[in-house]
């Protein structure tokens, strides 16, 4: 009864929010025994203005709450006999229809703890089917409160703001986070829009607005149409299969000689999970560039996970919040760095090869690298694609499973075609399939951009490190003024709301162009380290100096927002679009001098820690880690049933990193190595050693 008071006491209070003019907080007694008794109240300030309260009849307003939601004037007139015999099965105590009674959500206690998220009992209302059958729909409700005296009431209910959101924002990459969900079982001959205005009727007056999507409404095993794309699909994957199974059972450990056996051998999980547990160095290989991607990789996945948790309810959902606004969450929240280190690492690398081709060829390939880089890339993302689109969502169901599972294969179904020629980044996230692989398209588009960049580095060094000079400073100059005019932030400050966030992506976070000053500081590095332009040397106390101005460079860069991470923070263009201009250059700074010192061997103390062979097995499975995360945390997120408690340490569940890890190992063996080893038996070396034999 006292969690019942406290929700209609809530209720009560953004009824009398709707209509007041400003208004100064009465002492509560007053207020609360006004409220319950239904008066009329008028105040008189210092300044002589007279304030009112509407009337509130808080019996009405219990009988207007809905304990029974069900659609009596549905569109259709079968909802409006399923809806009948609902009701009428309620007063004989049938019991299919005592369970969906039961399966729908009810007023809870802990409102103010950030526990407004109910789902109900989604298995049991998939369960009925009696007179009726059983649809489970997930409406959101948003809570207005137009008065300022009631803000912190409005940050309570709506746990604490983290992200705002409104009912009609994308849900399926960034979490609908400030509106409540409610689970809502009724007839399977409703519709969404029926369910909508229902609640819309019932609500009306009580500063709560309703959207139910059609796409957040589930039935027991659904009819689902033919779809060529899952044909094909399973083709792939029952083909992949079929050469793994022969490539392992005729594996006899000796090297094949014809296309077709060495075909087999790339296929062979015996082969494939040998090497990727070989930790010997590879004579290609750089030396820091594992511990630095390990490193990043690591910090994004911990942001990334943040993000999905936020789809989450929690009974104290007001502590995720307060977790998330307190100044250490800034490493968190200036996650766009760890995505420069990769920018970084990939602007080094493709420098670093490509010079490796001019020394020894005097050209570039361009065909065979494009082919190469396309065979790198490629194969893994395919399979994903297919597997999120026209597998996973048949895999499992849950309450919030149509908005993280199959909305994106509804997206994946009208956009994957762009992602084949990788420009899906130049379209937002809200048109993108698997947001999370933007970086996918950046990449092969700084890549492309690189090749010609090289050729006129090589000839003229004078020329080509101006060119790289001025697009980086183009490209800085890009970003601050995207922030200015767009309103954006690169940094994702406390109180950001949903459609700032899917800005910031359009029009900055996802574009090469905007992007490009830190892979440009790898390209100008690489070709300083293969030139020996850097080659010095320093004594012990310069290379301690050295690493405390790296760490002090890289604290500062990542802490400098942190205000704007703070609770109550107010948007200003000039943090925002400083930290977006110049953080990309600190942190290349950083990430410079850091590789330039474990390079020369400068670590110290460090060395044993940068050698470790966690992070060169961890860079054998890097590419399979970043695909596979955001569908295994969407997954989990699909398949919750009900609020859990939230504790900080969810951010290291460790079930969910293991599966990661594992799934991540799978794909590297299973598509990854055999798809090089691919492109290496028919466009690469071996090939080329046949011919000529």
Known sequence: MAARACVLLLLAAAAAARDCIELTLPPKSILTESILNGTILKFTAKNQTVY?????????????????????????????????????????????????????????????????????????????????RGKYCLASLQVTFEDPRYDNLDYLIHSGHYIRSNVTDMGHRVPRYSSLLWGVCMPSSCSSFDLEEELSQTLNGLGMTVK??????????????????????????????????????????????????????????????????????????????????????????????????????????????????????????????????????????NAHNLLQDLDKKGTIDVKGRLLARWFRLFPLFLSLMLFCT????????????????????????KTMWKSFLFIHNYFGFEEMCLTHTHQIGMDMQLYVATLPLMLVLAKSRNLGLSLILLVALASTMLRYLAIYWYDISMFVYYGISVQKLLDAARYSYILPTHRATIYLIGVAMAYFMRTKKLNFALSKTQARILWLFCLSLAAFTIASPYRMG???????????????????????????????????????????????????????????????????????????????????LLLFHVPELLSIFMISILTTVTIEMPFNKVYRIYFGKSQTKLKEK
């Open 52 to 132: 009112e309260y509407p009337k509130v009849d808080v019996l009405k307003l219990m009988n207007r709450f809905p304990k029974v939601v069900v659609p009596r004037n549905g569109t259709s007139e079968q909802c409006r006999i399923d809806s009948q015999l609902f009701l009428d099965g309620l007063e004989r105590l049938e019991l299919w229809a005592l369970k969906m009674l039961d399966a729908t959500a009810k007023p809870p206690a802990g409102i103010l703890s950030g526990n407004g998220n109910q789902y109900g009992d989604f298995d049991e209302c998939l369960s009925v089917d009696g007179a009726v």
């Open 566 to 648: 703070l609770e109550g923070y107010t948007y200003e263009h000039g943090p925002a679009a400083i930290f977006a201009a110049f953080s990309p250059i600190l942190w290349g700074l950083f990430m410079c001098l850091t590789h330039w010192g474990i390079c020369n061997d400068y670590a110290g103390i460090g060395t044993a820690f940068v050698e470790c062979w966690v992070f060169k097995f961890f860079n054998k499975i890097a590419y399979g880690v970043y695909l596979t995360q955001f569908p295994i945390f969407f997954y989990n997120v699909g398949v919750q049933r009900h609020a859990e408690h939230y504790n900080p």
């Open 390 to 413: 026209y597998i996973l969502p048949d895999v499992n169901n849950g309450p919030q499973w149509n908005l993280v599972v199959e909305e994106h294969s509804r997206v994946c179904e």
């Open 212 to 349: 139910v999507h059609n796409t957040m409404c589930t039935v027991k095993n659904p009819k689902r149409p033919y779809s060529f794309g899952k044909t094909l699909s399973i083709t792939f994957f029952l083909a992949v299969l079929l050469l793994l199974s022969l490539g392992t059972l005729l594996d006899d450990g000796k090297e094949g000689h014809t296309n077709f056996e060495k075909l087999l051998n790339a296929f062979s999980l015996k082969r494939n999970l040998r090497k990727v547990f070989d930790l010997s160095d590879s004579p290609t290989r750089v030396k820091g560039v594992d511990t630095i991607r390990g490193i990043n990789a690591l910090a994004l996945l911990i942001a990334h996970k943040s993000m999905a948790m936020a789809h989450n309810p929690y009974v104290n959902k007001v502590h995720f919040s307060e977790v998330f606004g307190m100044p250490w969450a800034v490493i968190g929240r200036s996650a766009i760095l760890y995505t420069d280190s990769f920018l970084y690492l990939s602007g080094f690398l």
